[in-house]
């Protein structure tokens, strides 16, 4: 058989640890989900259908893609659906990548843009975050005429850092039509500052290379469901259209989807539960002494030193979290917003791991 090299030398996939013995017992703050769980209007419209499942659903997604279009004011012919935002990532390299193409991204960001882009043959170009934050005016240099595409994620997974309308514009302004800017607003829903660039209005303006991807695995609360969308001009939503699985979104994603739309006081909740959360942790982190990235997103990066043994004392002390070395951002974790007995839960076993280090570092 005739494997492909660059395929062999990708990382094997590794799982995430999963819950194991009773799920109470373990706090799970390592994926960024949703704590206040789904709405349950979306829950309310899974049941309904369920009876509906054998059959195939709509290939088109067409309710779901007509609502997020009313939305962004846009025609549906510039709305995609895909199985989880991280399928999107995946159909636009497989869409736009050829063998030896450059892909810039930051380093110390979403880890599928690198992986999609290797598995392509292609050859990621990171370029180093700026205090945890994206550094466009870097990575708009690093573009050569071998750039296909550009990542940029905002907020940024894993710091929670954004950039703001103006260095976004310059971006935008600085790179040639060539290459595809592809921006993951994931967590869009829970950025605070008030610049925070609308590139919805960039994609109204017919904006021929910007692709806007976001999901409903985040304040949604619908991770399990597989549900992520992009905003681009129909002439690339089209072009991937081609590429996608036809049956690449399932039935109950999207009635689910469709009604967790509506749900805007499960939104607001979500949004306010990650404010208060985020308030929580620097509070309690000041007065660690532990320096942490400030973010605008549901989870929250914290300089701990030996990020491994910080993870594991904490998983030994039921709380999961996850280490950011192996994401580009050495010495830290990133803490996913939990219930606000979770988040005390969290620091009363950060407060006794960080003592135990200490101690075993004194010891002759
Ligand atoms: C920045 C970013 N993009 C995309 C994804 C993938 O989301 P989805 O569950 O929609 O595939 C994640 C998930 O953690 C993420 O953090």
Redesign the pocket.
């Known amino acids: 058989m005739h494997y492909k090299d660059w395929i062999n030398h990708l990382p094997a996939y590794k799982p995430a640890r999963l819950l194991t013995g009773k799920a109470t017992e373990m706090v799970k703050l390592s994926?960024?989900e949703n704590a206040l769980g789904p709405s349950l209007r979306a829950i309310e419209a899974l049941q309904n259908a369920a009876e509906t499942i054998y059959r195939y659903p709509d290939a088109q997604a067409g309710a779901l893609r007509r609502a997020l279009a009313e939305r962004a004011g846009l025609p549906p012919e510039a709305v995609l659906c895909g199985n989880?935002?991280?399928?999107l990532?995946f159909l636009i390299c497989v869409g736009f990548l050829r063998e030896g193409d450059e892909v810039v991204m930051a380093q110390g960001t979403?880890i599928?843009y690198l992986l999609r882009s290797q598995a392509m043959g292609a050859h990621p170009v990171p370029v180093p975050l700026r205090e945890y934050t994206h550094d466009l005016p870097a990575m708009a240099e690093a573009v050569t005429p071998a750039t296909r595409l550009l990542f940029v994620?905002n907020p940024n997974?894993p710091t929670g850092t954004t950039n703001g309308a103006s260095e976004m514009h310059d971006l935008l302004a600085h790179v040639s039509d060539e290459v595809l800017v592809v921006v993951?607003e994931?967590?869009i829903e829970f950025a605070t500052r008030p610049d925070y660039p609308d590139l919805l209005s960039e994609v109204r303006r017919g904006r021929p290379n910007l692709v806007l991807?976001r999901?409903?695995?985040k304040i949604y609360g619908l991770?399990g469901l597989?549900?992520?969308y992009a905003y681009g001009h129909p002439d690339v939503i089209d072009y991937l259209n081609r590429v996608r699985p036809v049956f690449n979104v399932n039935a109950l994603a999207q009635v689910a989807g469709l009604a967790a739309l509506d749900d805007v006081d499960h939104v607001a909740r979500s949004r306010a539960h990650a404010d208060a959360s985020r308030a929580f942790f620097e509070r309690a982190l000041t007065t660690l002494g532990l320096p942490y990235v400030p973010g605008e997103a549901n989870f929250i990066a914290v300089e701990v030193g030996d990020d491994a043994a910080v993870t594991e004392g904490l998983y030994q002390r039921g709380v999961m979290v996850t280490p950011l070395s192996g994401w580009g951002v050495p010495g830290a974790i990133r803490i996913s917003f939990g219930l606000p007995d979770q988040n005390e839960r969290c620091i009363a076993a950060l407060t006794e791991v960080l003592a135990s280090l200490e101690g075993n570092a004194r010891q002759p």
């Open positions: 994926s960024n989880g935002s991280d399928e990532v979403f599928s994620c997974n993951d994931a967590y991807l999901t409903f695995a991770a597989r549900l992520g």
